[in-house]
């Protein structure tokens, strides 16, 4: 089964750096779909970025130029580099990985942003 424990969230003044990890166990292959999400407090969880086979990457418009995903080669960690920190970043983040049909997700991690 696979389990997946973020970690390195905090609270940060705007302007700031973050970086979360994913750590993941269990069986996990390369064809494996990371993403980070977020939720607001009042708000849908939404996506906040992606990367799947091949390290292809995609991210909301609203973390575009701000925030980067990336993943070590086993596939067993999974980053969120999170600079320029705004306000309405705040939010649970959550770590998901997508395998073989099946969705996982993390407990999630609580980001912060003073003004």
């Known amino acids: 089964q696979v389990q997946l424990v973020e970690s390195g969230g905090g609270t940060v003044q705007a302007g700031g750096s973050l970086r979360l990890s994913c750590t993941t166990s269990g069986r996990i292959s390369g064809a494996v779909a990371m993403a980070w999400y977020r939720q607001a407090p009042g708000r849908e969880r939404e996506l906040a970025a992606s990367?799947?086979?091949?390290?292809?990457?995609s991210y909301a418009d609203s973390v575009k130029g701000r925030f980067s995903i990336s993943r070590d080669k086993t596939y067993k960690s999974t980053y969120l580099q999170m600079n320029s920190l705004k306000p309405g970043d705040t939010a649970v983040y959550y770590c998901?990985?997508?395998?073989?049909?099946?969705?996982?997700w993390g407990q999630g991690t609580q980001v912060t942003v003073s003004s």
């Open positions: 990367i799947v086979g091949g390290g292809i990457t």
């Open positions: 998901n990985a997508e395998q073989w049909g099946h969705s996982h």
